[in-house]
């Protein structure tokens, strides 16, 4: 089985490429949605509140939003957030590999954004990376509700994209028309079956 990791930086169309796989049968482990959930289990919210403040709880559950405002702002909370759960993503991400190893999947991708800052692309067979334009990621994210300078902000907290295209085993560019994503993605099909038979 291969195992492909999709990445990129946030507003680079990563969720987009993953649901497009998805829609054509593939796979498709969202780290995303673990993260979801491991935010939401009950030890990982005592050590959220101990670790990083009980201001970012409302109803004795993690509120994202009052998080992400947080850790996006102060490096160090990030660290302490990242340290509580990213053991656990990692943990849950491999659970959900074996389940479709089982299953006899030939391959499967993982869409994940923090594939390099967290030094988990060893875990992977091949990287993609999903390109987007530094303005192109601005308007996206701002039409998300998201300011300015909160994008950049966030990104600021990852590598940069040229840095990540780099060191993909493989590049989508998504500059364009949701068409030539597509089109893209297409092209992505043909480089898997190469790779099916290395």
Do not use: C
């Not at 289990?41 to 992400?68: C, E, F, M, P, T």
């Not at 800052?117 to 987007?132: C, L, N, P, R, Y």
């Not at 597509?182 to 480089?191: A, C, F, S, V």
């Amino acid at each position: 089985m291969i195992v492909i990791g999709v990445t990129g930086v946030i507003g680079s169309g990563k969720s987009t490429v993953s649901r497009i796989l998805s829609e054509i049968g593939y796979p498709v482990i969202d780290l995303d949605s673990i993260a979801h959930t491991v935010l939401d289990l009950n030890g990982v919210v005592d050590l959220i509140r101990d670790s990083i403040g009980s201001d970012v709880l409302s109803n004795g559950r993690v509120d994202r939003k009052k998080l992400a405002e947080k850790v996006f702002g102060d490096e160090h909370a990030l660290r302490k957030l990242e340290s509580i759960v990213h053991p656990l993503i990692v943990e849950k991400m491999s659970e959900a590999i074996e389940r479709l190893r089982l299953k006899g999947e030939k391959v499967v991708f993982v869409d994940g954004p923090l594939i390099f800052e967290t030094g988990t692309e060893h875990m992977f067979d091949k990287i993609v990376v999903v390109f987007a334009e530094k303005n192109q990621i601005v308007r996206r994210m701002r039409k998300r509700g998201l300011k300015k300078e909160e994008v950049l902000l966030r990104l600021s907290r990852q590598l940069p994209i040229e840095l990540k295209e780099k060191m993909a085993d493989y590049v989508i560019r998504n500059t364009g028309s949701k068409k030539e994503l597509r089109q893209e993605i297409k092209r992505l099909m043909t480089k898997i079956r190469e790779w099916e038979v290395e």
